[in-house]
């Protein structure tokens, strides 16, 4: 399995996407992880009444409606963004992985009854889904916020892992491992796990930027990470009515959701690309 991954990263490596993807994620991740103790405190308003002030050289992204300084706004909200993403990516990851290798390797009528389940679940939008649970329960905590967007986001998942259980189910080795008297479970998880771990690798990748995306529309809409946390999705809706008159205020957290999506989906295409045997 390591070595697998490990071939998959270096030959996504040697496309310029992915490298670029690779060290600007990297980049993005240190500053969010290692900046904010060296930045002002977020919620700190100077002098409330001056109000947003432009970029300079005491605030290099100026500072919104409340003289709280943009710069670390940006970076602490970025942590939120990113670990709210990445946290959500993991339970829908293990959720769909699990489903997937029960229905593929069970097969009968287990197999029927798990995916007439996901096809049920594909058919409703997620989105319409998370609004109807974010507006029943208002102030929603940050916590029951990842569960949420976890747990209605593997249905694809299960379906890409179920495909490859299928397509690696009567290999030679999977056949070996049972003769040999291996149970179910070992059988999943020392052979058919480990060789779908590249497509759930790339399905990942690709889900982070999906979940940014969505954590910031939430957030946009006043349904996401709630005031004062700083989230990039609640920092542009803080600033519409600023767009004209201070539009750094829109403009930066705006920029780093583009980067930052862009920058997962560069690394997601490379890693598909590498994991396409036409493309070896």
């Not at 040697?14 to 690779?22: L, V």
């Not at 970076?75 to 990851?93: E, F, H, N, P, T």
Request: glycine share 12%; net charge neutral; hydrophobic share 55%.
């Amino acid at each position: 399995m390591i070595g697998s991954l490990g071939g998959l990263l270096r030959r996504a490596w040697t496309h310029p996407s992915g490298r670029w993807g690779a060290l600007a994620l990297v980049v993005l991740a240190l500053v969010a992880v290692a900046a904010p103790p060296l930045l002002p405190d977020p919620a700190e308003m100077p002098d409330a009444v001056l109000g947003a002030t432009p970029p300079s050289l005491a605030h290099p992204l100026g500072t919104d409606q409340l003289n709280r300084d943009m710069l670390a706004r940006v970076v602490v909200g970025g942590r939120i963004s990113l670990s709210v993403a990445v946290l959500a990516v993991l339970v829908s990851l293990t959720l769909g992985a699990a489903v997937g290798l029960v229905a593929g390797y069970a097969g009968g009528w287990v197999d029927a009854i798990l995916m007439r389940g996901v096809d049920a679940a594909l058919a409703i939008p997620r989105l319409f889904v998370l609004l109807l649970l974010l507006v029943v329960w208002e102030h929603i905590p940050l916590g029951a916020l990842i569960l949420v967007i976890g747990t209605t986001g593997w249905f694809a998942t299960s379906r890409l892992v179920r495909g490859e259980v299928l397509r690696l189910r009567h290999e030679p080795f999977v056949t070996a491992s049972e003769a040999l008297g291996a149970t179910g479970w070992r059988t999943i998880a020392r052979h058919l796990l480990p060789n779908a771990a590249g497509p759930l690798l790339v399905a990942a990748t690709l889900g982070v930027g999906d979940v940014i995306l969505l954590e910031a529309g939430l957030s946009f809409l006043g349904l996401g990470v709630q005031p004062p946390t700083p989230s990039w999705g609640g920092m542009v809706l803080e600033a519409r009515p600023l767009i004209v008159t201070a539009p750094w205020t829109a403009i930066f957290p705006g920029a780093a959701i583009v980067l930052t999506v862009l920058s997962v989906n560069l690394l997601g295409d490379a890693l598909q690309a590498a994991l396409d045997p036409r493309g070896a």
